[in-house]
Nanobody, 121 residues
Framework: VQLVESGGDSVQAGWSLRLSCAIS????????AGWYRQKPGKEREGVAF???????TYSESVKGRFTISRDNAKNTLYLQMNSLKPEDTAVYLC?????????????????WGQGTQVTVS
């Protein structure tokens, strides 16, 4: 399984970005997927999660500003980020797991991408 993120950039506060994560290697689309972020010197933080059938969950820090979605036909995960703030600056990583009883912050993900840098000034 391979996860490759793209779309990171340096933007000004208030701008928007859309991150993408191309997921390959699964024999079926019924995997749980999510976005995490890691700020310098801080622990990895869960941002948003989406199951195969669509239910989503968000961290409180991004709720109302970020939207997670997936295109199962393209095996691609997205994160639309609006009204970006300097505190959103981080490396954003996508994650996936084939079988999980739940798809949220408590999910144990076993597949990870390398990350894409988002800088907001």
């Amino acid at each position: 399984v391979q996860l490759v993120e793209s779309g990171g950039d340096s933007v000004q506060a208030g701008w928007s970005l859309r991150l993408s994560c191309a997921i390959s290697g699964y024999t079926h689309p019924a995997y749980c997927a999510g976005w995490y972020r890691q700020k310098p010197g801080k622990e990895r933080e869960g941002v948003a999660f989406i199951s195969f059938s669509g239910p989503v969950t968000y961290s409180e820090s991004v709720k109302g500003r970020f939207t997670i979605s997936r295109d199962n036909a393209k095996n691609t995960l997205y994160l639309q980020m609006n009204s970006l703030k300097p505190e959103d600056t981080a490396v954003y990583l996508c994650a996936a797991v084939s079988v999980a009883p739940r798809c949220d912050l408590d999910t144990h993900f076993n597949e990870w991408g390398q990350g894409t840098q988002v800088t907001v000034s």
